[in-house]
């Protein structure tokens, strides 16, 4: 049975997670800390656990082996190197740091304690991200001119962040607003099929000011990546609708995802784009459950804290593009 405690409940994923803990045959959920005792409290008589007064007495007191950080983004840095440092393994939820600083610190200490890590960037898992990454390491489309990918919802539109998870829209908790919330899902896809951009500029903007003049609700981010592909990256709480995800374009091919299905152009596959492409890999376990599996002592893909701070240093570095209205090297 792996012993997990769950370090702050306050992310709008903790109820999925919770969920997913609960359906788990040998997990067990031992203690729950948050700052808020009446939050804590709650997902602790889910659980059927105790609630702790701090976040270390989740090792020392309750015994656990692994947490589960679901906190506000600005308390990671008091929680996640003492918890490597006491051998936790850790799922993180993104993104990593509050700032760039925060989050290579924090990768720097839980790859010197070789601590297992996971944090929640799911979309990898996507068949159709699996069989994108193939082609593209593959050399089906060529010479690779522009890649885009979008992630976008109605999170602002909805009132999705009006009541309990308020502080996801206020970027002095949370770091960033829409853009970064979402378009960060958007950065590690890009990055995780073209490595590290060689400079980044953006435009971030308030649309209907439902959270504040400080809080972005959309952005678009242009990327230039080693060997000449010039990225788009997409990410908002004002979409109605978000029906494609991503484009490829090279000289020698062009793909695409609509609504979950990829296209493909190229003539090394022989496909005109017309129909879906139909080998896929089998979809991953969520990114959540990977992390459990790897607790369970499976070989796994997991994310590395070092991907989960570089992330944050790109994300970091188009925010301050789009203040400055400038291109940033990285």
Known sequence: MKKIGVAGVAHIHTPNFATRMKARPGVEVVAVWDPDPARAEKYAKEFGCRTVSNVEALWQEAGAEALVVC?????HREI???????????FVEKPLGFSAADALEMAAAIEKAGVVFQTGY??????VHRALKRMVDDGVFGT????????????SLGGWFD???RWMADPAVAGCGAFGDLGTHSLDILMWLFGKPESVTADISVVTGRYGAMCDE??????KFPGGAVGTLCG???DVMNPVTCEVSGIEGFAYIRNGELFVKSERLNSDGNTPWSDLPEELPHAF???????EGRNVPLVSASEAAARNVVMEALYRAARTHSWVAL
Do not use: Q, Y
Request: net charge neutral.
């Open 71 to 75: 906190s506000e983004t600005n308390r």
């Open 80 to 90: 996640v190197p003492a918890a490597a440092a006491a051998g936790m393994a850790l």
């Open 122 to 127: 799911f979309m990898r898992g996507a068949p």
């Open 144 to 155: 690779i001119t522009r890649v885009r990918h979008v992630n976008c919802h109605c999170g």
């Open 163 to 165: 009541t309990d998870f």
């Open 218 to 223: 959309t952005g678009t981010g242009l990327l």
């Open 236 to 238: 908002g709480w004002v």
């Open 289 to 295: 459950e990977l992390f459990l599996d790897a607790l």
